[in-house]
């Protein structure tokens, strides 16, 4: 998996890096690797996720009226 960033004439390149990062963002690349940076064990996986379900079903709840 490569991100290829071109850069533009006369581009700074703050600009070019910001485009990287969102890109990164949007690929959802940043928060897989900050994920897998330690290990985490298959119950505190699913506790995770349940807890994210939980609280996307109370917002659905409180704001699908």
Same mark, same amino acid.
């Given at each position: 998996?490569?991100?290829?960033?071109?850069? *533009?004439?006369? &581009?700074?390149?703050?600009?070019?890096? @910001? #485009?990287?990062? /969102?890109?990164?963002?949007?690929?959802?690349?940043?928060?897989?690797?900050?994920?897998? *940076?330690?290990? &985490?064990?298959?119950?505190?996986?699913? @506790? #995770?996720?349940? /807890?994210?379900?939980?609280?996307?079903?109370?917002?659905?709840?409180?704001?699908?009226?």
């Amino acid at each position: 998996m490569s991100i290829e960033i071109n850069i *533009r004439k006369s &581009e700074p390149v703050e600009r070019a890096l @910001r #485009r990287l990062k /969102k890109k990164l963002d949007r690929e959802g690349i940043i928060k897989d690797v900050r994920a897998k *940076r330690y290990f &985490e064990k298959p119950s505190e996986v699913r @506790r #995770r996720k349940n /807890k994210v379900m939980a609280f996307t079903c109370m917002l659905r709840a409180r704001y699908d009226k």
